[in-house]
C-alpha cells in the first residue's frame, strides 16, 4: 500500500515544515512584539521611544551581560521565547493540518 504510505509521510512531513515555519515567524516577530509591549508600558505623559531606540537599548542591554550564555538568556526573557512560541508553532501547524483535511488538500 505504497499509495497510503507516500500521503501518510507527505502529512508528516507538511506538518513539521508547517511548525518550523510558524515557529520561525513568532521568533522573526518577537523583536516587533517587545517594542509594542514597551509602548504600552510607556506613562500617558511621557513619549514612548522609537522602535530603533528599544531595539538599540535592548542591544545594549544584552551585551552588558557577561557571558554569551546569560547574553541569550536576557533576550529569550526579554524577547519572551519559550514554551509559548512552540505552543504556537504546533496550534498554526495543527489548525492547517485540520484545514488541509477537511478541504480534501491531502
Not at 507516500?6 to 515567524?25: E, G, M, P
Not at 510607556?42 to 535592548?58: G, Q, Y
Request: aromatic share 12%.
Amino acid at each position: 500500500n505504497s499509495k497510503s504510505h507516500n500521503k501518510s509521510r507527505t502529512k508528516v512531513y507538511s506538518f513539521i515544515l508547517d511548525l518550523i515555519s510558524a515557529s520561525t515567524a513568532t521568533l522573526l516577530s518577537s523583536p516587533f512584539n517587545y517594542v509594542r509591549n514597551m509602548h504600552y508600558a510607556t506613562p500617558l505623559n511621557e513619549k514612548p521611544l522609537s522602535i530603533k531606540n528599544h531595539l538599540i537599548n535592548l542591544i545594549k542591554e544584552a551585551k552588558l551581560q557577561k557571558t554569551t550564555y546569560a547574553k541569550l538568556k536576557f533576550l529569550q526573557q526579554r524577547l519572551r521565547l519559550g514554551w509559548g512560541t512552540g505552543r504556537v508553532g504546533c496550534g498554526m501547524a495543527f489548525g492547517s493540518y485540520v484545514y488541509s483535511t477537511l478541504t480534501g488538500n491531502y
